[in-house]
T-cell receptor, first 113, second 116 residues
Framework: GNSVTQMEGPVTLSEEAFLTINCTYT??????PFWYVQYPGEGLQLLLK?????DKGSNKGFEATYRKETTSFHLEKGSVQVSDSAVYFC????????????FGAGTRLFVKA | EAGVTQFPSHSVIEKGQTVTLRCDPI?????LYWYRRVMGKEIKFLLH????????ESGMPNNRFLAERTGGTYSTLKVQPAELEDSGVYFC??????????????FGEGSWLTVV
């Protein structure tokens, strides 16, 4: 079946540092990758997504490019802020799986001032 | 437009009691999902409704969990009797599939369940 593997955390960075959270997946059909974020005490929010190969999703300074050849969707941000501290989840929806969305284990990010 | 709403937001119950969680999806969304995240672990799929029908309930942990979606609108997830290992955050999500943009699911705030 499909699976999502993402970088284990926690990740601790200083403000303005560069962030990368790796995400790779295995999928048998037609996957669409996503990144969701959960801020402390809040629910899950869609951060960004891609619908086809080489698409780049972007939002709030975060970016991720869907690389079909490496089955990856790594999340990046050039300069993190304290307010980016949260748990980030890589996810995958597969058309052949009835569009069921599966998630990685989540990566907790701490940004220090 | 209102998002996915869940109730209650927090619940503390004793082992052996019953809890019912409610989810109101985004209006017009045929797909409704339940997910669960136990402490520090991944978000696990529980089940998927399309309108009032259960499309996939492969993630339901055992028969203490019962989900319904009468009339294809809101859904309830009942845990009876609750056990300690049921503690976690229960997320509801909804979506409307688009052939061009796929299936983006939108989550509620979650129902945080603690069984003591």
């Amino acid at each position: 079946g499909n699976s999502v593997t993402q970088m284990e955390g926690p990740v601790t960075l200083s403000e303005e540092a560069f962030l990368t959270i790796n995400c790779t997946y295995t999928a048998t059909g037609y996957p669409s990758p996503f990144w969701y974020v959960q801020y402390p005490g809040e629910g899950l929010q869609l951060l960004l997504k891609a619908t086809k190969a080489d698409d780049k999703g972007s939002n709030k300074g975060f970016e991720a490019t869907y690389r079909k050849e490496t089955t990856s969707f790594h999340l990046e941000k050039g300069s993190v802020q304290v307010s980016d501290s949260a748990v980030y989840f890589c996810a995958l929806s597969d058309r052949t799986g009835g569009f069921k969305t599966i998630f990685g284990a989540g990566t907790r990010l701490f940004v220090k001032a | 437009e209102a998002g996915v709403t869940q109730f209650p937001s927090h619940s503390v119950i004793e082992k052996g009691q019953t809890v019912t969680l409610r989810c109101d999806p985004i209006s017009g969304h045929d797909n409704l999902y339940w997910y669960r995240r136990v402490m520090g672990k991944e978000i696990k799929f529980l089940l998927h409704f399309v309108k009032e029908s259960k499309q996939d309930e492969s993630g339901m942990p055992n028969n203490r969990f019962l989900a319904e979606r009468t009339g294809g609108t809101y859904s309830t997830l009942k845990v009876q009797p609750a056990e300690l290992e049921d503690s976690g955050v229960y997320f509801c999500a909804s979506s409307q599939v688009s052939l061009t943009s796929g299936n983006t699911i939108y989550f509620g705030e979650g129902s945080w369940l603690t069984v003591v």
